[in-house]
Nanobody, 125 residues
Framework: QAQLVESGGGLAQAGGSLRLSCSGSGGGFSRHTRAWFRQAPGKGREFVAAIYFGGDGTYYADSVKGRFTISRDNADNTVYLQMNSLKLEDTAVYYC??????????????????WGQGTQVTVSS
């Protein structure tokens, strides 16, 4: 069973940066997709970014495109989310998730079988 642990959340000012990490352990990490989702208070969980371990694809929500960068370290089985130019609306709990296979824009929360515990990101003015 794949296990995911997020770290790197915290408090940042608007316009600032944070970097999140998602470390994977256990089985099931072959050609898989790892993604970041986030959930703000009172809202549903939304897709942020994804990366496919079987190729070079990276994918982003329109709301973070150009500001966030997802990357991976195959040796450490870790995925990073570099968040720059943070906005107040980026405040949320950020979750790392994984699924076997690739990414397509029709995938949602229920298509990911492994989840981390979440890490809080708070952006202040």
């Amino acid at each position: 069973q794949a296990q995911l642990v997020e770290s790197g959340g915290g408090l940042a000012q608007a316009g600032g940066s944070l970097r999140l990490s998602c470390s994977g352990s256990g089985g099931g990490f072959s050609r898989h997709t790892r993604a970041w989702f986030r959930q703000a208070p009172g809202k549903g969980r939304e897709f942020v970014a994804a990366i496919y371990f079987g190729g070079d694809g990276t994918y982003y929500a329109d709301s973070v495109k150009g500001r966030f960068t997802i990357s991976r370290d195959n040796a450490d089985n870790t995925v990073y989310l570099q968040m720059n130019s943070l906005k107040l609306e980026d405040t949320a709990v950020y979750y790392c998730a994984a699924r076997n296979g690739g990414w397509n824009p029709f995938l949602g929360v229920t298509d990911f079988g492994s989840w981390g515990q979440g890490t809080q990101v708070t952006v202040s003015s």
